[in-house]
């Protein structure tokens, strides 16, 4: 477990700098006072009091909202699932007649004077960590349970205090978190937040690929920083090498101005590559394309030069409020999308969402292993009114601009052919309402799992193009939870397994004459760019500040070479072999962005990890 390297510094009131070490995910270095939030459920507004008796009312309200809505949920399941499943609500109204609960808070309310939801949630974060610490496992588990009935009631408050929440800090800030989830993150205000480190995570969660996708410097993996900082320490984030330093010295401070110096140096070489395509040295040209979550990350789509989007993920829009947008809004968010993307094209993915969280309907359980239940193309041909509506509002977006769509999670071709045939059905209903569309758009399916990429030349007769997502399938493929750091060092892009599958879509696609994308993390790494390229990839979807410096080294391939190392990757036996030829090629070619991408470090490459 990395320790907090200490030096003696003469800034932050005199205290010593520290370095915290942990992963780098997203490259970039910034400096500023740093912003800490501590674990679990957020702290509501504290407030001092006078009348403790009504303060003890309210939360004697908020327990009894909170039962009646336990109460429905479980009568709710019992009808559609029968006893077993209502117990889980049993579970949780328990929660609520514990004695540290009934007795504890209003105590707390006494004589700390404060207000009742803040004495709450003093409370129940202390019994959280004590039962965070305790080794049997099924108890820790427990913290989730707890975890979700203090959220529900803290919204269960009264709301004659509308602050429930504290206010952001106004100034830019350097924002450190036990963890942090991809709406959080995605929530960020860019103006504020200039980068982010959190203890949990890893280099393939969702979190860290929101984070190079939007250019937030982050830094995963830290240990103790939340306990260890001071709110306001003057900090440096390094996303390249994965270091948070709090109370620089002013020799430490001078170094790293003189680093960002450097990296902004080369951007702007990197910048003067925007209206050239990506084109190696012997005429093969690859489609470099943005991955993009939001409408207004357009403006880094325009400035990077990358060739339209590759891929929009819906969910963030279609998930961040209680109500899921209707065919109405999602059809004008689309068609701006499109607007300001023509002439190039705008590829949206369908709802991949479900599991944990799905659009306008909170789960009232969640599912015990999201990575293999109902999420993806599973549940939008369950819910096939809320696909219907999305897949309405993408046709609709055509008149605007070029439009096509893809379905995630596809694991046979039987689900191609249902989801085109309900969009069969949504052109009819359009032409008969008399609303402008197009007919003209490019479906493809995402190959995510082993045994879409085992079938891969019969999905690419029904449809278009084939998009890899080599996230998912190097974590279905090699059984890692990629967001585990336990298992995170097993996530290895570079298997031969992952390599052998990859050439098989490809192949599979050839067939039929479609072409191949990869708009997973692996389509970013330049270390396995020579890889891609040689085993044929057509087009290559990354986060937009990434596009410059990937569409660089394409430039100085040359396929041919590129197809020689595909070859003997696809006879090694091992992870490391596969690297070994990558790694040579590329540092070969390209030396100086394999620097810029590492921030002059020997680091690892983001999508493989050797064992």
């Known amino acids: 477990m990395p320790r907090p390297v200490v030096r003696l510094g003469s800034m932050g009131g005199g205290r010593k700098e520290m370095v915290y070490v942990g992963t780098p995910v997203s490259r970039g270095i910034v400096f500023g ?37 336990l109460e429905g949920l479980r009568e709710h399941m019992e009808s559609l699932s029968g006893n077993e499943e209502g117990r889980i609500f049993e579970a949780h109204m328990l929660v609520l007649e514990d004695p540290i609960v009934l007795t504890g808070v209003p105590k707390a309310i006494e004589e700390r004077r404060q207000n009742a939801e803040y004495c709450f949630y003093a409370v129940m974060q202390n019994q959280l960590e004590s039962m965070r610490r305790i080794p049997d496992p099924f108890l820790r588990d427990r ?34 978190a036990y963890d942090l989830s991809p709406s959080a993150t995605a929530a960020m205000d860019r103006r504020q937040v200039l980068g982010f480190a959190t203890e949990q995570g890893s280099i393939t969660s969702h979190t860290a690929i929101l984070a190079r996708s939007l250019g937030i410097p982050a830094v995963v993996g830290l240990r103790n920083a939340v306990f260890n900082l001071h709110a306001l320490d003057p900090c440096i984030l390094d996303g390249y090498e994965g270091k948070l330093i709090s109370n620089p010295t002013p020799e430490t401070v001078s170094k790293y101005r003189e680093l960002e110096e450097e990296h902004q140096q080369r951007r702007a070489e990197l910048d003067k ?15 470099l394309s943005a991955n ?41 968010l689309y068609s701006r ?15 991949d969402a479900g599991g944990d969280k799905v659009p306008g309907e909170p789960l009232s359980e969640p599912e015990p292993n999201p990575f293999l239940g109902w999420r993806g193309i599973r549940f939008s041909l369950d819910r096939q009114d809320l696909f219907k509506e999305q897949l309405r509002a993408i046709l609709r977006a055509g008149a605007a601009g070029r439009v096509g769509l893809m379905f995630p999670l596809i694991s046979g071709v039987g689900e191609v052919r249902q989801a085109k045939s309900l969009l069969a059905e949504c052109m009819e209903e359009l032409s008969a309402r008399g609303v402008e569309f197009t007919r003209d758009i490019a479906v493809g399916a995402m190959i995510e799992v082993p045994s879409a990429a085992m079938v891969a030349a019969d999905i690419a007769a029904e449809v278009d193009f084939l998009s890899i997502g080599t996230n998912d399938l190097v974590q279905y493929t090699v059984a890692v939870d990629r967001v585990n750091p336990r298992v995170a060092k097993l996530y ?24 191949t994308g990869v708009c997973g993390e692996m389509a970013g790494d330049l270390t396995l760019l020579p890889l891609l390229v040689g085993l044929g990839v057509d087009e290559l979807s990354v986060g937009a500040p990434l596009v410059p410096l990937v569409k660089q080294a394409v430039r100085l391939l040359d396929s041919g070479e590129c197809a020689e190392l595909a070859r003997q990757c696809l006879q090694a036996g091992e992870t490391k072999q596969i690297l070994q030829l990558c790694s040579e090629v590329a540092t070969t070619v390209y030396p ?20």
């Not at 004659?160 to 350097?174: A, G, K, L, S």
């Not at 590559?273 to 690859?286: K, M, Q, S, Y």
């Not at 789509?301 to 409020?321: I, K, N, P, W, Y």
């Open 33 to 69: 006072p740093v912003h800490v939030v501590a674990r679990g459920f957020s702290a509501p507004e504290v407030y001092p009091i006078a009348n403790v008796t009504r303060e003890t009312e309210r939360f004697g309200d908020a327990l009894r909202r909170t039962r009646r809505q």
């Open 143 to 176: 913290t989730t349970d707890i975890d979700d009935v203090c959220q529900r009631v803290l919204r269960n408050f009264d709301t004659e205090h509308e602050q429930n929440t504290p206010e952001e800090p106004d100034h830019q800030h350097i924002l450190v």
């Open 273 to 287: 590559l925007r209206d050239l395509g990506a084109v190696t040295t012997d005429e093969r040209t690859i489609t």
């Open 292 to 332: 993009i979550e939001f409408e207004h990350e357009l403006d880094l789509v325009d400035r990077s030069g990358a060739e339209g989007v590759g891929l929009f993920r819906t969910e963030f829009f279609l998930l961040e409020s209680e109500e899921c947008p209707d065919e109405e809004e999602q059809a004008a």
């Open 337 to 351: 999308v499109a607007e300001r993307v023509a002439p190039s094209e705008v590829i949206f993915r369908t709802l």
């Open 492 to 515: 290895r892009s570079a298997h031969p397994g992952i390599i052998r599958l990859i050439k098989t879509v490809i192949d599979g696609a050839s067939q039929h004459r479609i072409w």
């Open 592 to 611: 100086e962005l394999i620097k810029e991408e590492s921030g002059g470090a020997s680091a690892p490459s983001f999508a493989a990890h050797p064992s």
